[in-house]
């Protein structure tokens, strides 16, 4: 069986609600319930006509990279191309810094795990993991450590029969055999062989798998493999109540599924397995599919506890940067805080989207990078196949500290000559000025100071006023000279359209930034889809109404993409956009949380809530667990 990715979902202590895509949002119109909630849980909605080919960075053949693009409508993005690209990319930087590798303070160090080969049990949880006392930032404590261990076979897994037909639904699941802690089984089965395959009525093949009696907190394995088969198969695990909780689409670029998840309660579970691109609108209806996908036979392992944990303890202070990267039998990397809670989980490496002055290591089956909130005990973690791997772990101090300078983030709403290509766009462009934007949003000539005050103040109150030690300068073009190219400006250009620079996006940053050791970057916020037609809910006229302040409302939703695209240039990944956790690097897709309508679906009235930077769920599209800390990440990037 294959074990070359591993696709994880954990649960945590932070309370986020699942919270469907409004009427008027970019993917409530496409198809029904099932792709929505499909959506919601990372996997893509259109054909992967480019996964797999060869990928420029930056390409734009495939729309705006997601991962550092505000994308209009992201239920349209071509994920599987761009992990494509992500892991050709990251390759390449990682051969160049292999190349060329940034000079350390002292030798790192060399750790073994002290669990015997073969053994499981013995590091398995953060309560027993492997403590590496002479790691950390600290005086006396190494920055570099490299840990050689070994993972431990899986339990072997029991042959169990398929199911008959119909399976294709909750109540008609058949058993996954499994057993309790510890236990393995593997069947083989056919997706398009039901009622509602290709030869039936075509809504679409479903085989559910009943797992019963789990306890919380066990680790719940599913692997799908087709060697002889074309089925592209997704795996989407239901919960006693139905509620779909977890899921995986493709893994490590193949179009096979692979997911570990760590069930939150005890209790009965029903895991999916289909064709993509089916999606099922009522998992307790096998006849609500939306079209059969791609058939084929497959074979499934299912697992409870039943691989090998390799977990290390180290010590971190408040704004320690750490970044890690594991090779050979290791595909998945995730830090823990010191309450327990998944920070950052891997099983891809994106260290591209770091910029070229980042220290933090690449490389490897998967890298993670972790800004620390608090001063404690952190838990790296490695899952993978069977056999040795090897860990490389790197800690820093964030780079304004380090360097000992206060950046300087500068608004320009004047308009600018600027090179799109770093964002994947035509070249040198002239971007139009914010000015030339604000008939679209019928405001007045006489009303454009106070438009630009307000998307100033809201700048500054998410990256300084939120932020206690913060001192970063905000500059805007109307009150101060333009400073880019000093030391320590970083621009975030307000103006132009997707015409004008070539880029199909909202927002893009330069790079994603984990400490902000690059502190003279570009960022673009385009303000022709902002301004467009009132009928597409990315338009802030989307929301306005005769009762709106108008420039109250488009002055602090331009501030928080403004603060997005900041997020991103000092430390951020995206967020999930779909719960109600409202967080200043959510993605798009779900416009009224990141431009802060209330409950009334109207801007600029009374009941707006403000968004800030926060804890919350990484983006599920984009291949990471866990929850991301923004605030913390934001803090540290811009503190002195």
């Known amino acids: 069986m294959r074990r070359s990715s591993w696709i994880v979902a954990t649960t945590s202590t932070l309370a986020i609600l699942a919270l469907a895509a409004p009427a008027g949002s970019a993917i409530a119109g496409k198809r029904g319930d099932g792709a929505r909630t499909a959506q919601r849980l990372g996997v893509q909605l259109v054909p992967k006509n480019q996964a797999g080919k060869s990928a420029g960075a930056f390409s734009n053949a495939k729309g705006a990279n997601p991962l550092i ?34 000079a350390l303070a002292v030798e790192p160090l060399l750790v073994d795990e002290e669990e015997p080969d073969g053994i499981r049990g013995g590091n398995d949880t953060l309560a027993t993991a492997q403590l590496i006392p002479a790691f950390g930032s600290a005086t006396n404590r190494r920055p570099a450590a490299r840990i050689l261990g070994t993972l431990a076979p899986s339990v072997a897994a029991e042959p169990v029969d398929a199911a008959p037909e119909d399976n294709g639904s909750i109540p008609l699941a058949g ?36 797992v019963r009696g789990a306890s919380a907190g066990q680790r719940l394995f599913v692997d799908i493999d087709t060697p002889a088969s074309t089925l592209d198969s997704v795996v989407i695990l239901y919960d006693a109540a139905g509620n779909a909780i977890a899921a995986n689409d493709d893994a490590s670029g193949s179009l096979d599924s692979l997911l570990i998840f760590v069930l939150p309660a005890a209790g009965d579970y029903s895991v999916s397995v289909a064709g993509f691109p089916n999606f099922q609108d009522d998992p307790q209806d096998s006849g609500s599919g939306d079209g059969a996908g791609s ?23 408040a704004g320690d940067v750490v970044g890690g990267s594991v090779s050979g039998s290791g595909t998945l990397l995730s830090v823990h805080d010191p309450a327990g809670r998944e920070v950052h989980g891997s099983t891809q490496d994106a260290s591209f989207i770091y910029p070229p002055g980042s220290p933090l290591p690449g490389g490897g089956n998967a890298v993670v990078d972790h800004v620390a909130a608090r001063t404690g005990r952190h838990y790296v973690t490695v899952i993978g196949a069977e056999g040795n791997y090897d860990v490389t772990l790197e800690v820093y101090r964030p780079g304004p500290q380090a360097a000992g300078v206060i950046p300087t983030l500068f608004l320009d709403f004047n308009g600018q000559r600027v090179n799109t290509g770093i964002f994947g766009g035509a070249g040198v462009r002239q971007l139009s000025p914010l000015s030339a934007f604000l008939g679209r949003w019928d405001i007045p000539a006489s009303r454009y100071d106070a438009l630009q005050n307000r998307i100033t103040d809201t700048v500054v109150e998410n990256v300084r006023g939120d932020l206690a030690g913060v001192r970063v300068r905000v500059l805007n073009s109307r009150d101060h000279a333009d400073p880019f190219g000093q030391p320590d400006v970083s621009r975030l250009i307000v103006g132009g359209t997707i015409d004008e620079s070539g880029v199909p996006t909202i927002g893009i940053a330069q790079s994603i930034d984990p400490g902000n050791f690059e502190t003279e970057e570009t960022a673009l916020i385009l303000l022709d889809v902002v301004s467009g037609p009132a009928a597409d809910d990315a338009s802030f006229n989307h929301y306005i109404r005769p009762t709106s302040n108008r420039v109250s409302f488009v ?7 403004v603060s997005h695209e900041a997020g991103h240039i000092v430390g951020s990944f995206h967020v999930d956009q779909f719960n109600r956790r ?11 949380l990141l431009y802060g309508v209330g409950p009334d679906g109207v801007g600029g009235t009374a009941d707006d809530p403000d968004v800030d930077f926060g804890e919350d769920i990484f983006n599920p599209n984009e291949g990471f667990t866990g929850i991301e800390n923004t605030a913390a990440r934001t803090l540290w990037g811009l503190s002195p």
């Open 69 to 102: 693009g505000l994308l209009s409508d992201p239920s349209t993005a071509d994920h599987a191309y761009w992990k494509s690209a992500t892991k050709q990319q990251s390759a390449k930087r990682a051969a160049k810094r292999t190349a060329a590798p940034k």
């Open 175 to 210: 058993d996954s055999g499994l057993s309790g802690s510890g236990s393995s089984t593997t069947t083989e089965a056919t997706i398009g062989d039901g009622p509602h395959g290709s030869d039936g009525d075509r809504t679409g093949d479903f085989d559910f798998y009943a």
């Open 295 to 317: 058939e084929g036979d497959y074979a499934v392992t299912f697992g409870l506890d039943s691989i090998d944990v390799d977990t290390y303890a180290v010590n971190l202070r």
């Open 555 to 561: 002055g602090i939703a331009l501030g928080n993409i």
């Open 582 to 592: 409202l967080n200043l690097m959510d993605q798009g897709g779900n416009f009224p």
